[in-house]
């Protein structure tokens, strides 16, 4: 497989040639990295949402938009799909590294330049680890990362800081609430991973959520854009082979199911990584396993959704 990093490249060269359109503003810090702002100062509409989301999976995943209804109302979703679920999520989708500096920034970071580190237990599962001149990290957070951020990213991902590319959202922005809406996939393959099955094993996934509706509240946007897909994100799976242990993927096999997010996050004292790894799940699973059974396991909670999402 080609590097991810330098497919990554491609399309942040998109963003950047197409920044205007796309209501995103891209910018060279003195150290030579490259900051693309998605939703920070940036407008950044559901287009450069798509975008980004194309950019953490190195594009090797297809995404769109739909039209369907929650609680009976018109509602947006975005749809992901992927014939490489292993890398294409895992191994660079995912959420994977905490970017903190002694300055203060704090950051959350996802995309293929986890892949230069491979530090965490997925890389070794899946067996990939890239190589490139490039890296791409995008970072989710309330603040723009500077030199100190791009150097922290050049030394641990062993490259020089005017390869080093950052895309930046906040949670409650449109962006944000869209790469978050494409993260249903995601969760249940890392689930099925966390419950023991072989990420390789998982021949295609496709996801579909609710998009958030964005809030510049980023408490309250930690709580939508997770209750999205807790209670409204939706998966298919085609796996090779078959498990007693699906039923663990989803969110109702969590024991805080049923509580909005923000209850849950406050629960934790307000730190992320004291969250049960557990509430980090897709609402509803079925898993089409080649020659074998097709199981659904979960279910959808449009009323909890349509609370949370502030329907009046």
């Given at each position: 497989m080609e590097s991810i990093n330098r497919t990554?490249?491609?399309?942040?060269?998109?963003?950047?040639?197409?920044?205007?359109?796309?209501?995103?503003?891209?910018?060279?810090?003195?150290?030579?990295?490259?900051?693309?702002?998605?939703?920070?100062?940036?407008?950044?509409?559901?287009?450069?949402?798509?975008?980004?989301?194309?950019?953490?999976?190195?594009?090797?995943?297809?995404?769109?938009?739909?039209?369907?209804?929650?609680?009976?109302?018109?509602?947006?979703?975005?749809?992901?799909?992927?014939?490489?679920?292993?890398?294409?999520?895992?191994?660079?989708?995912?959420?994977?590294?905490?970017?903190?500096?002694?300055?203060?920034?704090?950051?959350?970071?996802?995309?293929?330049?986890?892949?230069?580190?491979?530090?965490?237990?997925?890389?070794?599962?899946?067996?990939?680890?890239?190589?490139?001149?490039?890296?791409?990290?995008?970072?989710?957070?309330?603040?723009?990362?500077?030199?100190?951020?791009?150097?922290?990213?050049?030394?641990?991902?062993?490259?020089?800081?005017?390869?080093?590319?950052?895309?930046?959202?906040?949670?409650?922005?449109?962006?944000g609430s869209v790469t978050t809406a494409a993260?249903?996939?995601?969760?249940?393959?890392?689930?099925?991973?966390?419950?023991?099955?072989?990420?390789?094993?998982?021949?295609?996934?496709?996801?579909?959520?609710?998009?958030?509706?964005?809030?510049?509240?980023?408490?309250?946007?930690?709580?939508?854009?997770?209750?999205?897909?807790?209670?409204?994100?939706?998966?298919?799976?085609?796996?090779?082979?078959?498990?007693?242990?699906?039923?663990?993927?989803?969110?109702?096999?969590?024991?805080?199911?049923?509580?909005?997010?923000?209850?849950?996050?406050?629960?934790?004292?307000?730190?992320?990584?004291?969250?049960?790894?557990?509430?980090?799940?897709?609402?509803?699973?079925?898993?089409?396993?080649?020659?074998?059974?097709?199981?659904?396991?979960?279910?959808?909670?449009?009323?909890?959704?349509?609370?949370?999402?502030?329907?009046?």
């Amino acid at each position: 497989m080609e590097s991810i990093n330098r497919t990554a490249i491609e399309l942040v060269d998109e963003a950047l040639d197409f920044a205007g359109e796309l209501d995103v503003v891209g910018y060279e810090l003195d150290n030579g990295a490259t900051v693309v702002d998605f939703g920070i100062d940036a407008a950044g509409g559901v287009e450069a949402g798509l975008l980004l989301a194309e950019i953490q999976t190195a594009g090797l995943a297809n995404l769109q938009t739909r039209m369907g209804t929650l609680a009976g109302a018109p509602r947006q979703y975005v749809e992901l799909s992927t014939d490489h679920p292993a890398v294409a999520l895992l191994c660079s989708q995912k959420a994977g590294w905490e970017v903190t500096t002694e300055s203060g920034f704090e950051g959350l970071g996802s995309g293929p330049a986890r892949a230069l580190v491979g530090r965490e237990a997925e890389f070794e599962r899946v067996g990939y680890y890239d190589s490139s001149e490039f890296a791409t990290l995008a970072i989710e957070s309330t603040t723009l990362p500077d030199e100190e951020v791009a150097e922290q990213v050049a030394e641990l991902a062993e490259v020089d800081t005017d390869g080093v590319f950052l895309p930046t959202f906040a949670t409650g922005s449109t962006a944000g609430s869209v790469t978050t809406a494409a993260r249903a996939a995601e969760l249940a393959v890392f689930r099925l991973l966390e419950v023991g099955y072989e990420p390789t094993d998982v021949l295609h996934a496709s996801g579909s959520a609710p998009l958030a509706p964005p809030t510049r509240d980023e408490t309250e946007a930690m709580g939508r854009t997770n209750d999205a897909l807790a209670y409204g994100g939706e998966v298919h799976l085609q796996v090779a082979r078959d498990d007693d242990r699906f039923s663990e993927i989803v969110s109702t096999a969590s024991e805080e199911y049923g509580t909005p997010f923000v209850e849950v996050f406050e629960d934790a004292d307000w730190d992320f990584y004291d969250v049960p790894e557990s509430v980090f799940a897709p609402a509803q699973v079925t898993v089409d396993v080649v020659d074998g059974p097709v199981y659904t396991v979960g279910d959808t909670d449009e009323e909890l959704l349509a609370e949370s999402f502030g329907y009046r």
